[in-house]
């Protein structure tokens, strides 16, 4: 297996790069918030970035990208309007920062929007990821009376 990481502007380097060939993205896109009067987050990605990531990921595979707990909306439309699938928004959660503005809260999560590209096979091993357990969980993994699935 080959691990690449990418590191420059994203639309220089995905235009370098060949269709269906990026088996996963990960990014943490500017938010659209001004922070801290800085240009690089002046807007959100717009369909037209999305597409272009599309374009090089192969068929189903997924993304993760990042976004801003006021403007994660936009970047999911923007996401989809490109042609990706949503299947779920995932979070983070942190006890650290500071408010993004005046009037603000302090964030102690962001949005992670999950998508695939279509026509493919996507899944996720769920079950590869759970843990063992002989406890009674009312129905979860292990019930009174039935020994717990063996993981692959």
């Avoid at 380097?13 to 269709?19: F, I, K, N, Q, R």
């Avoid at 999911?76 to 979070?91: H, N, P, S, T």
């Avoid at 809260?105 to 759970?130: A, Q, T």
Wanted: aromatic share 8%.
């Amino acid at each position: 297996m080959t691990v690449r990481i990418l590191e420059g502007d994203s639309l220089v380097l995905l235009a370098g790069l060949e269709a269906d060939s990026i088996d996963a993205c990960v990014t943490d896109p500017p938010y659209g918030l001004k922070f801290m009067g800085k240009a690089w987050d002046h807007g959100i990605p717009g369909e037209p970035y999305w597409r272009e990531v599309l374009r090089v990921l192969k068929p189903g595979a997924h993304l993760l990208a990042f976004g801003g707990t006021r403007t994660h909306h936009r970047l999911m439309v923007a996401i989809e309007d490109a042609g990706f699938v949503i299947c779920d928004c995932l979070m983070w959660l942190y006890g650290q920062g500071f408010p993004k503005g005046k009037g603000c809260l302090k964030p102690g999560w962001e949005p992670i929007v999950m998508g695939h590209k279509p026509k493919g096979r996507h899944w996720l091993n769920v079950d590869g990821c759970r843990l063992a357990t002989t406890e009674d969980l009312n129905g979860g993994a292990y019930t009174e009376g039935r020994r717990p699935r063996a993981m692959a």
